[in-house]
């Protein structure tokens, strides 16, 4: 996006911004992190995280989804306009797909579980910090639940612009495989593409995700939350 | 909650003391078994041996003719305490400024409905007035200061009431039409009855002015004390809730947490004790499954594969990545596909060393794909150990047998994918997206 502050931040080490109301929780990841980043700031709450993260300009903000003065969604969707540099990787022990769907949609570059090991937590900083997105396993899945063309029967969604509110075969293809466990490495060498094309894949799901109006996006997660 | 069952003898010495008559009613106590409201005739008839079904037609019939039988019914059921406890629910009721003022509520506001219904000239309920405004004020303390399990009792008879009082379903709304339509024809039958029309309009006139009087008088009051009533059923609903939830972390979370404490010398089994207790609690926020509930059948193939996972990982320790796309209904064909996929997970999770088994299932309109992949040590296909030929084997055996396809593939020192394809029946192909 801005590819003056790009190369600094994939190359070298990343400053990085911890936002988690778990003092334990963001100890733990310091060390884990331990060299590979540049831990510059951590926060526990919604306003000491807009705050800090205003001072520190971090590359990369890790935000929990869960936060006590509201979801980490309040954080990205306030800073997001104003910080086009920095990037928002959610990271969140929760399941529930709409607080998930909610972060993304806000303007965060990825999600990834709680329970990812340190080296790969690296790995997706890194990814984010040069402004790629990061699918974990889990939210291909709810993209691909998302977006499932709802099988036979109930009558199909309006859809106000086709081009958002759809995945292309590709794609999907794309999300099957980073379900599936695959690196994208591995899905490149699997479908025949660079790693780069499918990384461009994935970005555009991404653009789709926080773009579409499709009203099938809000169904299916209040579906999900009443379930 | 509940106090163990005391027998009769086994009263505090100072009771014993007490005057002869007043220990002989003390030892008359409402009996837990075998009541239908309060235990009140089947107490007396523990007491006289009288027959429990005679007395209580003695207190049906003063009941119904005069009103005095539910009076004394529910002045014994106040007085008497019950067998498990040892005060009576006035001593409790006395304390209960809230109940008091509910009762008082409704006996006023009994006391005006009958002042009408006198007015009105109807002869019908004019003698049995004053014990029913009793009965009713004494039923209102007895709700609010009876033992839980009293309580719970009482629910079982208002259940059907306050359902068709509260919930807004179309059949109940019918329902309520129903009975205001019949009451209303009744009490326009009553009024047409009168043939004097004029001289009815009188007393009307005057109804209606004192009806204004009372309600301009009392109907704040009244509203007052049912907003309160209101607010504290709120606050115990949210005790409630909190108590359950307190519950259900201790049965899970901290007995997890005691364990792990015990046995932090073993990593792996910590790790499986997180790991599976994690799982549970997940289950019941995301899910709204209680803890433990998991045995039995799973009903969807969404919960079939998730109880794949729980059990390989409480069973191997291995971690598994579990991600299902849509959901149906699980029929033979979708049994054998989830018999075939736990048998692949099982295998990953033993034999290819990788500490991470990832596993994915999708439900499409046509067909439903499992894949289980591991990144661990691999094999040729072409030079396959015999221990695994049989799980290639049986798995596809299995699956070609039900009209689906498995297809494996491995590559040393970068790990296995077993992919299984099962199509869908047409009966299947309903869209059911179940919880």
Not at chain 1, 131 to 151: E, I
Not at chain 2, 184 to 212: K, M, R, Y
Not at chain 2, 266 to 280: C, K, N, T, Y
Not at chain 2, 362 to 387: L, N
């Amino acid at each position: 996006m801005s590819p003056e502050d790009a190369p600094s931040a994939a190359a070298g080490r990343p400053r990085v911004f911890i936002v988690d109301d778990h003092g334990l929780f963001r100890a733990g990841v310091r060390s884990e992190l331990g060299d590979h980043v540049e831990v510059v700031g951590e926060a526990d709450d919604v306003l000491p995280a807009v705050e800090g993260i205003a001072r520190c300009l971090p590359d990369v903000v890790l935000l929990d989804v869960h936060l006590p003065g509201g979801g980490g969604q309040l954080v990205v969707s306030e800073l997001a306009p104003v910080l086009p540099q920095t990037r928002f990787l959610a990271l969140s022990a929760s399941d529930a797909p709409e607080d998930v769907i909610a972060v993304i949609r806000a303007g965060a570059r990825g999600y990834v579980t709680k329970t990812i090991s340190g080296s790969e937590l690296v790995d997706a900083i890194r990814q984010v910090a040069a402004g790629d997105a990061v699918f974990s396993p889990r939210l291909a899945g709810f993209v691909l639940d998302a977006f499932a063309t709802q099988p036979g029967g109930s009558e199909p969604a309006p859809s106000f612009d086709p081009e958002l509110d759809q995945l292309t075969p590709r794609e999907r293809e794309v999300l099957r495989l980073i379900a599936r466990g695959y690196t994208y490495k591995e899905i490149a060498r699997d479908l025949f593409i660079s790693a780069k094309t499918v990384e461009s894949h994935v970005s555009s799901v991404l653009r789709k995700l926080q773009l579409s109006t499709r009203h099938q996006l809000t169904r299916w997660a209040a579906e999900r939350r009443l379930a | 909650m509940d106090e163990p069952t005391r027998p009769a003898a086994d009263q505090p010495p100072e009771q014993q003391r007490e005057p002869d008559w007043q220990a002989r009613i003390g030892s008359l106590r409402r009996v837990k078994e075998g009541r239908i409201a309060g235990g009140v005739a089947a107490g007396i008839s523990a007491k006289t041996g009288m027959s429990v079904t005679l007395i209580r037609v003695i207190f049906f019939l003063t009941a119904i003719i005069t009103g005095f039988g539910l009076a004394i019914y529910v002045i014994a059921w106040l007085f008497l305490p019950a067998t498990d406890e040892n005060t009576n629910i006035a001593s409790r009721a006395v304390g209960d400024l809230r109940g008091i003022a509910l009762a008082t509520v409704t006996a006023s506001m009994m006391i005006v409905l009958l002042v009408f219904i006198s007015i009105l000239g109807i002869g019908l309920f004019s003698s049995l007035s004053w014990p029913l405004v009793l009965a009713a004020a004494g039923l209102v303390l007895i709700w609010r200061n009876a033992s839980p399990a009293e309580q719970a009792t009482m629910q079982g008879f208002t259940q059907p009431l306050l359902g068709a009082a509260e919930s807004g379903g179309r059949s109940r709304f019918g329902l309520r039409l129903l009975i205001a339509g019949l009451l209303l024809i009744i009490g326009l039958a009553v009024l047409a009855s009168e043939h004097d029309a004029v001289a009815l309009l009188q007393p009307l006139a005057g109804l209606v002015l004192v009806i204004g009087a009372v309600a301009a008088l009392c109907g704040p009051w009244w509203l007052r004390v049912m907003r309160d009533l209101v607010v504290e059923r709120q606050a115990r609903i949210r005790a409630e809730e909190r108590a359950d939830i307190a519950a259900r972390v201790h049965d899970s979370v901290l007995q997890t947490l005691a364990l792990i404490q015990r046995r932090a010398d073993s990593p792996q089994q910590v790790i499986q004790l997180a790991r599976a207790q994690e799982r549970e609690l997940r289950s019941w926020l995301f899910d709204g499954r209680a803890p433990g509930s998991m045995d039995g059948m799973a009903a969807t193939f969404a919960a079939a594969i998730r109880r794949i996972q729980q059990d390989v990982e409480a069973q191997h320790g291995v971690a598994i990545e579990a991600v299902t796309v849509g959901d149906c209904g699980i029929d033979d064909d979708l049994g054998a596909l989830l018999a075939a996929a736990r048998e692949a997970t099982v295998n990953a999770a033993k034999w290819s060393g990788a500490q991470v088994v990832s596993l994915f299932a999708e439900v499409e309109p046509d067909e439903v794909s499992v894949f289980v992949r591991d990144r661990g040590r691999g094999f040729d296909p072409a030079a396959v150990p015999a221990d695994r030929k049989g799980l290639a084997e049986s798995v596809r055996a299995r699956m070609e047998r039900r009209g689906g396809c498995a297809t494996v593939r491995s590559v040393l020192g970068e790990g296995t994918e077993v992919s299984l394809t099962m199509p869908r029946t047409a009966g299947q192909r309903e869209p059911s997206r179940a919880p």
